[in-house]
């Protein structure tokens, strides 16, 4: 299976090494697990790469390797756990939500879907030039916006925004479909005006395009997003904190989902039992490699989850007392 560009490949390959990762392997056979991800420059990715990195330096214990893959993120992950093609995926809460209820862009319910834990939030946050007189989400009319690529939950996420607050595409002079590993080289070459991305902080993404042009991360505030955070059990509101981009100097307000990695009941009590007790027992370890890490308790692990917990997740947090 083809779930990347060799460009994208080669840097996956790279960081794989880097963490001491296992080359990509579908299905749970012969011990090999694959974690879906996202875009390498954003969060999923090395999310991915730190479950495998407590998963695999115990294999020797439990016979387990884990993989990481860069993938087009949240939906796609989902149809692939559905169809058997990744056995771990991480997954925005509010598209585990539509995929365990069978609600669009997804044909039918994923009744196999199964939750393991969550992890950061990821705030829907839209950084603009700001040269482009974008301060609220009403200046974005007529201006090139990015979207979201086809089969991205950010895609799906920033469509709802835009329905819910009566922007219609075709009220941008742009939408645009760009990768998350894209969008960055787009607003500094002047070729978008801003961009959705529904990431946690501090993102490499972001750090990169603020250090060669000038940025304003914009407020989401307002009637219609107090709509859709009361509207829908899995958005929160959030903020995009101050000091972590240069020229971002006070919080800026927005609403988010969380980050979930979420399997299906294909994958062993074992295999989910032994991910769980990698990253739970390590977790000091854990949230040292990355910084959206940081704030994770046990507890707030196990909220937001949109789908039934895997037998074998549920049979550690019970030895541990966290259910």
């Known amino acids: 299976m083809k779930l990347f560009t060799a460009k994208i490949a080669m840097g996956a390959a790279v960081a794989s090494l880097a963490l001491g990762l296992a080359a990509p392997a579908s299905a749970e056979r012969g011990g090999f697990i694959t974690i879906g991800t996202g875009g390498v420059t954003g969060v999923y990715y090395p999310s991915g790469g730190a479950i495998c990195r407590m998963v695999n330096q115990n294999r020797k214990s439990h016979g387990l390797r884990c993989s990481v893959e860069s993938t087009g993120g949240s939906v796609y992950n989902s149809n692939a756990l559905a169809s058997g093609e990744l056995d771990i995926g ?41 040269d482009a007189g974008i301060n609220g989400l009403k200046d974005i009319v007529g201006k090139r916006i990015n979207i979201g690529n086809p089969g991205s939950g950010q895609a799906r996420t920033a469509g709802e925004l835009l329905e819910v607050c009566g922007i219609s595409e075709d009220k941008l002079a742009l939408a645009g479909r760009l990768k998350a590993s894209e969008m960055p080289d787009a607003l500094r070459d002047n070729k978008l005006d801003a961009y959705f991305y529904v990431v946690g902080h501090p993102t490499a993404n972001i750090k990169d395009v603020a250090t060669s042009v000038d940025i304003n991360i914009v407020p989401l505030t307002g009637g219609c997003v107090d709509k859709l955070v009361s509207k829908y059990p899995y958005f929160v509101k959030a903020k995009v904190p101050a000091g972590i981009y240069r020229g971002v100097d006070s919080d800026v307000p927005t609403y988010g989902v969380k980050a979930t990695i979420v399997t299906t009941s294909d994958l062993s009590d074992k295999a989910a039992y032994e991910v769980v007790k990698g990253v739970f027992e390590n977790l000091d370890s854990f949230k040292a490699l990355h910084p959206a890490f940081r704030i994770l308790e046990p507890k707030e692990m196990l909220q937001g989850l949109s789908a039934p917990i895997h037998p074998g997740a549920e049979k550690y947090y019970k030895e541990k007392g966290l259910l």
Do not use: I
Not at 91 to 115: H, I
């Open 90 to 130: 991480v997954v925005q809460s509010d598209v585990g939500y539509k995929a365990w209820n069978g609600q669009e862009p997804f044909q039918g319910k994923v009744t196999k879907l199964r939750s393991l834990f969550s992890l950061h939030p990821e705030s829907v946050t839209l950084t603009a030039r700001k």
